[in-house]
């Protein structure tokens, strides 16, 4: 199973899925971090402001102007009515004892401390010594005592773990002002909202970004299908219509014109390799016919092999040309029986030519060209081995011809040259023993033509192995 599509539609749909959500995880840290923000912003003036008023006193004007003042502070005012600070009985939330409210083992909150020191400082309150602690709420000894006595309190705090506990000494002063707060639990909704959102906004995207791609990729699937056909066959393909966008409109017109004028090209390529052959072979053929005039025995022989040879390299330049305009159809045939045709047809000349076994695999071939490119590759193997072992199986997808043969081989840094034309393991020009370097060239085009490839190997125990590697699909 892949986890990545390979198709233009869903690997833009996929990243532009994995974007969204990314760029929804940054604003949810974002989004925490300011509710995590404020939320302390918040406990440190509530903490501030029941210092402030529980010193002035909650009755006459003084306590009504200080509480008049620390509501214009940043943000008391909305915090006052913040749900999610529960309000503690008076006296509890501000308390005054002789000592530092730190616990044996508590560590202070230095960066609240600081926070709250600048709170205090531009209400002129002077501080002597100011401590902040964060303690569960049944570690407080005061909140512990009054949970005890008031079981509606105890209900409401059920779902409150901490207390911030700050002490405060001012200056000249002995004893110390102790302010609670309740730290309400964190805001679930935010998470649960944003992964909503995100939800929502991925369906709606994909789904807009469905069509307009689906609308860019169909005209560009017909124009790889077209492509693809008028690679394989060479036929005039008739041309596309012009669809999607201006930009795939303008590639479909260009790629209509390109076709037009490789099909032009390749007519005037058939019609003059039809002239050619035609304009050679008949002064061979006159040539042939007074050579028998000759007394000499074998100097005729020689002119007769001669013509005979130039004739069978005219025969193979041609029909090399020609594969890549074949009109004929591919047919889904059984290649193991078409290769053991093939062993028939040296057997019965008397070749050493075997199959290792038959394997029953169907592929759309052209049967004419891969026969003929199967014989090439076995000539081949009989010309420089002496013999030839054939064996047909299937790896994936892919149907194998293996042609083997014990001679030399070919040297490793010339095995990729030998599939060009015109290339030869033997220097001579002796079709005997060098040939004319098209068979193996022949063979490839009939490979590449079916979508396969033709790939040599040097044996480890010796000898040649050429691989003829179709498409079973």
């Known amino acids: 199973m892949r986890l990545v599509p390979r198709s233009l539609i869903g690997k833009t749909m996929l990243a532009v899925a994995v974007a969204l959500i990314v760029a929804q995880a940054i604003s949810a840290v974002l989004l925490y971090r300011a509710a995590e923000q404020r939320r302390d912003t918040a406990l440190l003036n509530a903490a501030a402001f029941h210092l402030v008023v529980g010193s002035a006193g909650t009755r006459g004007v003084e306590g009504r102007e200080a509480r008049r003042e620390m509501r214009r502070m940043q943000g008391a005012r909305s915090q006052r009515r913040d749900r999610g600070l529960p309000r503690l009985p008076r006296q509890i939330r501000y308390t005054t004892q002789d000592a530092a409210p730190l616990l044996p083992g508590e560590t202070r909150?230095?960066?609240?401390?600081?926070?709250?020191?600048?709170?205090?400082?531009?209400?002129?309150?002077?501080?002597?010594?100011?401590?902040?602690?964060?303690?569960?709420?049944?570690?407080?000894?005061?909140?512990?005592?009054?949970?005890?006595?008031?079981?509606?309190l105890r209900n409401a705090l059920a779902e409150r773990q901490e207390l911030f506990v700050v002490g405060l000494r001012r200056d000249g002063a002995r004893d110390w002002e102790i302010a609670r707060v309740v730290d309400p639990p964190r805001e679930g909704r935010i998470l649960g909202t944003l992964l909503l959102q995100t939800a929502i906004l991925v369906a709606v995207l994909m789904v807009l970004l469905w069509f307009v791609l689906r609308r860019i990729t169909r005209p560009l699937g017909a124009l790889a299908e077209s492509t693809r056909r008028f690679s394989g066959t060479g036929a005039p393909e008739p041309p596309l219509a012009l669809s999607g966008p201006d930009d795939i409109r303008r590639l479909i017109a260009a790629h209509n014109a390109m076709q037009a004028r490789i099909g032009s090209m390749l007519d005037e390529k058939d019609v003059m390799l039809g002239a050619i052959g035609h304009d050679l072979k008949t002064p061979l053929a006159a040539l042939r016919v007074r050579i028998e005039g000759v007394e000499n025995p074998r100097a005729r022989a020689t002119m007769a092999a001669t013509i005979e040879d130039i004739t069978r390299t005219l025969d193979e330049i041609l029909q090399l040309a020609r594969i890549g305009r074949s009109e004929v159809a591919s047919e889904r045939t059984d290649l193991g029986a078409l290769a053991a045709s093939v062993v028939e047809e040296f057997e019965d000349m008397g070749e050493p030519v075997t199959m290792e076994q038959q394997l029953r695999i169907p592929a759309p071939i052209r049967i004419t060209w891969v026969?003929?490119?199967?014989?090439?590759?076995?000539?081949?193997?009989?010309?420089?081995?002496?013999?030839?072992?054939?064996?047909v199986l299937r790896e994936g997808d892919w149907a194998v011809l293996r042609v083997e043969d014990k001679?030399?081989?070919?040297?490793?840094?010339?095995?990729?040259?030998?599939?060009?034309?015109?290339?030869?393991?033997?220097?001579?020009?002796?079709?005997?023993?060098?040939?004319?370097?098209?068979g193996l060239a022949l063979a490839r085009a009939v490979a590449e033509q079916h979508g396969g490839t033709l790939v040599l190997a040097n044996r480890a125990q010796g000898g040649l192995r050429a691989e003829f590697r179709l498409p079973t699909g």
């Open 109 to 152: 909150h230095t960066d609240a401390e600081a926070m709250i020191e600048a709170i205090l400082s531009s209400q002129g309150v002077e501080i002597a010594e100011l401590v902040v602690a964060k303690r569960p709420v049944t570690s407080d000894p005061v909140l512990a005592a009054a949970l005890e006595r008031r079981p509606r």
């Open 371 to 391: 026969k003929r490119g199967l014989r090439n590759l076995v000539t081949n193997a009989l010309r420089y081995g002496g013999s030839a072992e054939i064996t």
């Open 407 to 438: 001679g030399p081989g070919i040297p490793e840094d010339r095995l990729a040259e030998m599939l060009e034309p015109f290339t030869r393991g033997e220097a001579s020009r002796n079709r005997d023993t060098g040939g004319a370097g098209l």
